[in-house]
């Protein structure tokens, strides 16, 4: 339909940004590692579509008609407790970052962003759709393409600062083009429930946690990644820390146990290696999963190469005493930093057994002759070496 409105006000946004950060080691948590090849969008959760737990994925029929430079295309959106008690008034709400998504024929698809946000719970029925809403200036001439268009939190979840399965949240968003030179608008329909099938506008909030900020976000291979979470962070159970290539396929995840009691604090950590393989240099992301699912965060983080690298060895059976590195004895169950580059490792004998291997934890170190003592290695990053006899 088109109805006649004033000129609407074309606002402008920032991004805010909630930095990682890296810190002590965990005092609370106990977690195990391993290596996947899957990307973290298959991870289950309360959810009907397959989507990422407590993330927003809307979609809404695009707009049938072309736009011309100097027209405004307007996105809003809102949101309700469906079935609202009393004691829902004056929760906090966060809403993360969201794209709002339109195929464009022949051109770059239209994306318009809208910051993350906090809102306060102030009754039942649906929010001030005014609150949340931005706008588009379009500069050239293009038609829309008839795919849906959608609203995404970019599998980032929706939180809440009380217990997970207080409430369920319902989200709807619209669409408008007005034209200066009609001075017209024409305005779409709320989004609905029924629209695709990866529709996902009603989800439960995650706890609210926050990530305490900093400005490191370089990691050397081989070292520890930690985010400081705060927030509803006890007695929620096991956590998941992921991390991925920047084609979305995860190397390495840790399952956490997060702490109990009262503290509203939380390191949870993240070796930055692979096990079993070499990790290269290079870009990756972080992704904090809720022990119900759901992704909180989505952290970049730079790995580099460093210029030397501890070895902890291990000796099995430890009776038979200590390694050398480098011409250096490490005994079983210490550790000795070396630069990176060629090493030389040497096991020592062992009456009434044989030496039987070299081998290594988390891709820091590569040997020439694994079966050999003497051999040459190469030493990456931080590595864990095990001499083996039989």
């Not at 006890?234 to 820390?241: C, D, F, I, K, P």
């Not at 809720?290 to 059976?317: E, W």
């Not at 550790?335 to 096991?347: D, H, R, W, Y």
């Amino acid at each position: 339909m088109k109805v006649s409105l004033l000129v609407p006000v074309l606002a402008v946004v920032a991004i805010l940004s909630l930095g990682p950060i890296l810190v002590a080691p965990n005092a609370f948590a106990t977690s195990r590692l391993a290596s996947i090849g899957p990307a973290s969008f298959a991870v289950a959760g309360n959810n009907t579509c397959g989507c990422v737990p407590e993330a927003l994925y809307i979609t809404n029929p695009a707009p049938t008609e072309g736009v011309n430079p100097g027209d405004l295309v307007n996105v809003t959106y809102e949101w309700e407790i469906p079935t609202f008690h009393l004691a829902d008034a004056g929760v906090l709400i966060h809403i993360p970052s969201i794209v709002m998504n339109f195929t464009v024929i022949k051109h770059p698809n239209l994306i318009i962003d809208l910051t993350q946000r906090n809102e306060t719970i102030a009754g039942p029925g649906w929010s001030n759709a005014s609150l949340a809403t931005d706008s588009r200036l379009i500069t050239t001439h293009f038609f829309f393409s008839t795919k849906l268009s959608y609203l995404s939190t970019q599998r980032i979840a929706v939180m809440s600062n009380v217990s997970y399965g207080t409430f369920r949240l319902e989200f709807r968003w619209q669409w408008s083009i007005w034209k200066p030179n009609l001075n017209a608008t024409t305005v779409g329909n709320w989004s609905n429930n029924s629209e695709g099938p990866h529709h996902q506008d009603l989800i439960t909030p995650s706890p609210l946690v926050r990530l305490a900020s900093t400005t490191v976000r370089t990691v050397t291979v081989g070292g520890v990644f930690t985010a400081r979470m705060e927030g509803i962070v006890t007695n929620q159970g096991e956590w998941l820390l992921e991390m991925e290539y920047p084609n979305g396929s995860v190397t390495t995840q840790v399952h956490e146990w997060g702490p109990n009691g009262t503290t509203s604090y939380f390191n949870a950590t993240l070796p930055m290696e692979t096990p079993g393989r070499r990790l290269p240099a290079g870009q990756y992301l972080v992704h904090v999963h809720t022990p119900h699912g759901a992704i909180i965060f989505s952290i970049t983080v730079h790995l580099f190469l460093p210029a030397t690298g501890t070895v902890t060895v291990l000796v099995s059976p430890g009776s038979c005493g200590s390694v050398s590195v480098n011409g250096t004895v490490v005994a079983n169950g210490t550790n000795s930093t070396f630069p990176v580059g060629p090493v030389v490792l040497q096991a020592p004998s062992c009456p009434g057994l044989t030496f039987h291997s070299w081998s290594q934890s988390g891709g820091g170190m590569s040997f020439v002759a694994p079966k050999k003592s003497p051999t040459n290695a190469t030493l990456y990053y931080n590595a864990t070496l095990t001499a083996t006899y039989v």
